[in-house]
T-cell receptor, first 112, second 112 residues
Framework: NAGVTQTPKFQVLKTGQSMTLQCAQD?????MSWYRQDPGMGLRLIHY???????DQGEVPNGYNVSRSTTEDFPLRLLSAAPSQTSVYFC???????????FGQGTRLTVV | AQSVTQLGSHVSVSEGALVLLRCNYS??????LFWYVQYPNQGLQLLLK??????LVKGINGFEAEFKKSETSFHLTKPSAHMSDAAEYFC??????????FGQGTELSVKP
């Protein structure tokens, strides 16, 4: 019973490098989202998707890209990492009925 | 626009004492409301949810919350704190499919 799987768990990047954070869910949920968590700021929505081929921006989308080619996968791309993107990133999935989201274990990213 | 305010970024209680974590929301339509718990270095776990049924909602680990429309509140309580309750707690609101808006979080410490 995997739920939401995120990889990697930890990553260190140099400024300007690119990388992709992977997220997969096996619950056939329509809705998937990416959040970043920073001390004292709660979780802020980066991008979300309501189904394959449909994505939209959240509260803090700058510097991040997403795509949704399948229901299961929702990768987050950092095109040119900056120190301000040092954070813990969480992927979540849910159905569209508003019954609550399931979260992955998080990716701790450090940009030096 | 929806928003969530959690009063108190840090709450400290003694073991066996009442736990009260405060959450107020704003929403233009009847909301779905959630409490999540995050243990150190882990993802978020759903504690309980209000989805317009009973106003007193019981969750896991002995927690409960009461939806009070007149006060736009959804405070989380537990009659007797246990050491294992030490964690960060997030209140969230949802009224647009799977999109969750989080409060800033409250860190709960439990003293022996």
């Amino acid at each position: 019973n995997a739920g939401v799987t995120q990889t990697p768990k930890f990553q260190v990047l140099k400024t300007g490098q690119s990388m992709t954070l992977q997220c997969a869910q096996d619950m056939n949920h329509e809705y998937m989202s990416w959040y970043r968590q920073d001390p004292g700021m709660g979780l802020r929505l980066i991008h979300y998707s309501v189904g394959a081929g449909i994505t939209d921006q959240g509260e803090v989308p700058n510097g991040y890209n997403v795509s949704r080619s399948t229901t299961e996968d929702f990768p987050l791309r950092l095109l040119s990492a900056a120190p301000s993107q040092t954070s813990v990133y969480f992927c979540a999935s849910s159905d569209l009925g508003g019954r609550g989201a399931f979260f992955g274990q998080g990716t701790r990213l450090t940009v030096v | 626009a929806q928003s969530v305010t959690q009063l108190g970024s840090h709450v400290s209680v003694s073991e066996g004492a009442l736990v009260l974590l405060r959450c107020n929301y704003s929403s233009s339509v009847p909301p779905y409301l959630f409490w999540y718990v995050q243990y150190p270095n882990q993802g978020l776990q759903l504690l309980l949810k209000y989805t317009s049924a009973a106003t007193l909602v019981k969750g896991i680990n002995g927690f409960e919350a009461e939806f009070k429309k007149s006060e736009t509140s959804f405070h989380l309580t537990k009659p007797s704190a246990h050491m294992s309750d030490a964690a960060e707690y997030f209140c969230a609101v949802n009224n647009q499919g799977g999109k969750l808006i989080f409060g800033q979080g409250t860190e709960l410490s439990v003293k022996p």
